[in-house]
């Protein structure tokens, strides 16, 4: 069965200051891969997504994130972050045998994002 | 696109009533999911419709929960005889079809008391 570890519950971090979100999957083939931000009290947006090719990949929000096949990890970075980006953060992996939808995602427990001023 | 629309997005319902969730998906997204959110947790997968066809239910999909999706077009999510355990956000997210980002909705919060 696939899963979703996000390390870190709470993260702080200083406006303007550079950012990582450490995601680990674990599943059997290359999966499909997605950091989604949720806001309080709302739904889910999705800042990037990782299908193929290029493992650098960039998002919504000047976020990006590497996959790594031989970490089977998914970190989201940001180089420098706004106050407007405190939020929840979810990695979510997807079956690539039915992209992502036969089986739903799966998705780590998020990790709460807390902006310094 | 309009994006994935839930009603109502609050519900507080008294122990052992029932209550049901509406999803309206982007239009021609052939594929409908359901999720649960609990606080302090990611979404969890409940159940998925290709059309009017619903292809795979979760264990956590127990006989008082109910999902239909009649005409391939909105979905319901029914939950008979409530308990407190089902205080949760469903979220519904639609997605064109198999390999397609699938999109949120903002969520109906439900609370059992």
């Known amino acids: 069965a696939q899963s979703v570890t996000q390390p870190d519950i709470h993260i702080t971090v200083s406006e303007g200051a550079s950012l990582e979100l450490r995601c680990n999957y674990s599943y059997g083939a290359t999966p499909y891969l997605f950091w989604y931000v949720q806001s309080p009290g709302q739904g889910l947006q999705l800042l990037l997504k990782?299908?193929?090719?290029?493992?650098l990949v960039q998002g919504i929000k000047g976020f990006e994130a590497e996959f790594k096949r031989s970490q089977s990890s998914f970190n989201l970075r940001k180089p420098s972050v706004h106050w407007s980006d405190a939020a929840e953060y979810f990695c979510?992996?997807?079956?690539?045998?039915?992209?992502?939808?036969?089986?739903?995602?799966?998705f780590g427990k998020g990790t709460h994002l807390i902006i310094q001023p | 696109d309009t994006g994935v629309s839930q009603n109502p997005r609050h519900k507080i319902t008294k122990r052992g009533q029932n209550v049901t969730f509406r999803c309206d998906p982007i239009s021609e997204h052939n594929r409908l999911y359901w999720y649960r959110q609990t606080l302090g947790q990611g979404p969890e997968f409940l159940t998925y419709?290709?059309?009017?066809?619903?292809?795979?239910k979760s264990r956590l999909l127990s006989d008082r929960f109910s999902a239909e999706r009649p005409k391939g077009s909105f979905s319901t999510l029914e939950i008979q005889r409530t308990e407190q355990g089902d205080s949760a956000m469903y979220l519904c997210a639609s997605s064109r079809n198999i390999g397609n980002t699938i999109y949120f909705g903002e969520g109906s919060w439900l609370t059992v008391v």
């Open positions: 990782y299908f193929s090719g290029d493992t």
């Open positions: 979510a992996v997807g079956s690539r045998s039915s992209g992502g939808g036969a089986d739903g995602l799966t």
């Open positions: 419709f290709q059309n009017e066809a619903q292809l795979e």
